[in-house]
T-cell receptor
Framework: DQQVKQNSPSLSVQEGRISILNCDYT??????FLWYKKYPAEGPTFLIS?????DKNEDGRFTVFLNKSAKHLSLHIVPSQPGDSAVYFC??????????????FGQGTTLQVKP | DAGITQSPRHKVTETGTPVTLRCHQT?????MYWYRQDPGHGLRLIHY???????DKGEVSDGYSVSRSKTEDFLLTLESATSSQTSVYFC???????????FGSGTRLTVV
């Protein structure tokens, strides 16, 4: 049972346009959400996060939106650049009974930004 | 640069042989994790550790064991490797168990 889902395996956008990556979750206990970016042959790197007490967090060209009622979050990249081409993973964690920081990841979305 | 190193980076092994992957950190972080990455599945948690000799299972722990005898090292062992364990394995560390991880560069394991 996939608790975090990224239903779009791939996305292609033109340089300078907006990229929107989507993520859905099923577990209402999740209270912290993160996006990671991964280049080939490298480990994932942290990009941006959002707590469930917020509905938006912005960092430069990257903005994450959280819709708790819909159990949906999205990552917006504006403007998109060719260097943004990578696999993007959505992840979620919940405090639950043991605060061990376990992250549950989605399947990933491969973003291609065309020059 | 982030103080986390995985070894080996690549390994080919035969079905039925034991394999140990090593994760070494210099950050003195309490929490360490092993994930595997497979197409269509993203990253799935195998085992994690919340302190020396304190470990617990993740969602895909069958066929794997771990050990953490020192803060800096977290070992993942495949007791008897199978072809289904062909994957890319990532180690991650976290200082507080909250928020984001720092990942290693991964180990590509092929079981033939």
């Amino acid at each position: 049972d996939q608790q975090v889902k990224q239903n779009s395996p791939s996305l292609s956008v033109q340089e300078g346009r907006i990229s929107i990556l989507n993520c859905d979750y099923t577990n209402s206990m999740f209270d912290y959400f993160l996006w990671y970016k991964k280049y080939p042959a490298e480990g994932p790197t942290f990009l941006i996060s959002i707590s469930s007490i917020k509905d938006k967090n912005e960092d430069g060209r990257f903005t994450v939106f959280l819709n708790k009622s819909a159990k949906h979050l999205s990552l917006h990249i504006v403007p998109s650049q060719p260097g943004d081409s990578a696999v993007y993973f959505c992840a979620a964690s919940g405090r639950g009974s043991s605060n061990t920081g376990k992250l549950i990841f989605g399947q990933g979305t491969t973003l291609q930004v065309k020059p | 640069d982030a103080g986390i190193t995985q070894s080996p980076r690549h390994k080919v092994t035969e079905t039925g042989t034991p394999v140990t992957l090593r994760c070494h950190q210099t950050e003195n972080h309490r929490y360490m994790y092993w994930y595997r990455q497979d197409p269509g599945h993203g990253l799935r948690l195998i085992h994690y550790s919340y302190g020396v000799k304190d470990t617990d299972k993740g969602e895909v722990s069958d066929g794997y064991s771990v050990s953490r005898s020192k803060t800096e090292d977290f070992l993942l062992t495949l007791e008897s490797a199978t072809s289904s364990q062909t994957s890319v394995y990532f180690c991650a560390i976290s200082e507080s168990g909250e928020h984001g991880y720092t990942f290693g560069s991964g180990t590509r394991l092929t079981v033939v």
